[in-house]
Every structure is written in structure tokens, then in C-alpha cells.
């Protein structure tokens, strides 16, 4: 059963651009989290996505964003890219309320 | 706000030895709580998750315990081996929402 992946593994951005990242569940989770982890802040949650609808989201400015698509697959997007935005970005599969979370590998995003 | 403490920050045993991580969180109204572990620079691989009826769970030499009403997990492990070497975090999901709340995490080293 393939687990959470997600692509690209590695990206380096420079300031004020934009970057998407992409995450393919577990065959039929319908649940996507994404979630950003940074040394000084642990691992913070940025938003979830069910069937489509954003249902909860983190405490983070408007350049984040996300979408999940009808195959349940996710995007997240960062505009105006900032040093501080240097993270990795894990990503979280479930089958939905009661069920434990499978993260993903994770994108290492680093700003210059 | 919902906030999960873990205890001790770091661990360093011999092999062989048996050990407790310790998790607290200050809001009792949890759907569940799951511990994962997390290699330097890789994704969350889930260990154990408890479900907020439970007290405890178990998997091979991992026993993972909750009493939610004083707001209190442990992850037992035991016979350490110097492959359990990662960091341990916990997270519980509040039935207020659909975010996981981690903790800082127990970087645990088991030496040879």
C-alpha cells in the first residue's frame, strides 16, 4: 500500500518568489493536513483539506494557501516567498475523525 | 489553546535499558493522541494512537498509556536499542477541531 508522497522532496527559492508543493494521500484517505516544522517553532499546523473544503486552518498569513482536488490529491502554495519560509512542509493523510495520521516524507524548502 | 509538553527535551541511555517519555497536554477534551517518532530530516512515522476512551496501547516493545483526566500520556519502550535513536513527539487532536497540537519532542539516543 504506497504511503503519503509527496514532491518535490528539495526546493530552493529565492525572495519574493512563489512556490507549490504537492501531496498525493493514501488510496482513499479523503482527509489532507499540512503541517510546517521549523527548529524554533516545532511542527505548526497550516490547514486541512476534506473532500475538497478547507475545514480548519492554521494561524498563518494569506501566502499560504492550499487546495485539494477530486482525486483527494493536495497543493499548498507560498507567494512572496520570505527567508523565514525556510521549513520543512510535512504532509498528512487520514480516513477522517477517530483515525490516526501518516505523514509524509516532507518538502525541505529553503529561501535565499 | 491547547498546549503539549514532553519531558525530558533529551535522553541518552545505554542499550538494553528500559525508559519512559513523558507527554502532558492542558485541555482534557482530546479525540486522540498518537506518538510518532522522526529521524533527522525525514517524515513522521506513527507509532501508537490511543484513542481518548483508552488507557493504553501496545506495539511490539512500545506500550503508550493516556489518563485524560489529569492530562497525562507515557511511551513505554522497552530493551532499548541504538535504532530507536530519534526524536519521539506526541500530538493530540482536539474534539474541537481537525488539527493535530504537537509537542517539542524527546530526542532520545540510545548508545551501544
Known amino acids: 500500500k504506497a504511503g503519503v508522497t509527496q514532491t518535490p522532496r528539495y526546493l530552493i527559492k529565492t525572495r519574493g518568489q512563489q512556490v507549490t508543493l504537492s501531496c498525493s494521500p493514501i488510496?482513499?484517505?479523503?482527509?489532507v493536513s499540512w503541517y510546517q516544522q521549523t527548529p524554533g517553532q516545532g511542527l505548526q499546523f497550516l490547514f486541512e483539506?476534506?473532500?475538497?473544503?478547507?475545514?480548519n486552518k492554521g494561524n498563518f498569513p494569506g501566502r499560504f494557501s492550499g487546495r485539494q482536488f477530486s482525486n483527494s490529491r493536495s497543493e499548498m502554495n507560498v507567494s512572496t516567498l520570505e527567508l523565514g519560509d525556510s521549513a520543512l512542509y510535512l504532509c498528512?493523510?487520514?480516513?477522517?475523525?477517530?483515525?490516526?495520521?501518516?505523514f509524509g516524507s516532507g518538502t525541505r524548502l529553503t529561501v535565499v | 489553546k491547547q498546549e503539549v509538553t514532553q519531558i525530558p527535551a533529551a535522553l541518552s541511555v545505554p542499550e538494553g535499558e528500559n525508559l519512559v517519555l513523558n507527554c502532558s497536554f492542558t485541555?482534557?477534551?482530546?479525540?486522540?493522541l498518537q506518538w510518532f517518532r522522526q529521524d533527522p530530516g525525514k517524515g513522521l512515522t506513527s507509532l501508537l494512537l490511543i484513542q481518548s476512551s483508552q488507557r493504553e496501547q501496545t506495539s511490539g516493545r512500545l506500550n503508550a498509556s493516556l489518563d485524560k483526566s489529569s492530562g497525562r500520556s507515557t511511551l513505554y519502550i522497552a530493551a532499548s536499542q541504538p535504532g530507536d535513536s530519534a526524536t519521539y513527539l506526541c500530538?493530540?487532536?482536539?474534539?474541537?477541531?481537525?488539527?493535530?497540537?504537537f509537542g517539542e519532542g524527546t530526542q532520545l539516543t540510545v548508545n551501544p
Open positions: 498528512a493523510s487520514s480516513l477522517g475523525p477517530g483515525h490516526g495520521y501518516t
Open positions: 500530538a493530540v487532536k482536539e474534539t474541537s477541531g481537525s488539527r493535530l497540537t
Open positions: 488510496s482513499g484517505h479523503r482527509s
Open positions: 483539506y476534506f473532500s475538497e473544503t478547507q475545514r
Open positions: 485541555d482534557s477534551a482530546i479525540y486522540n
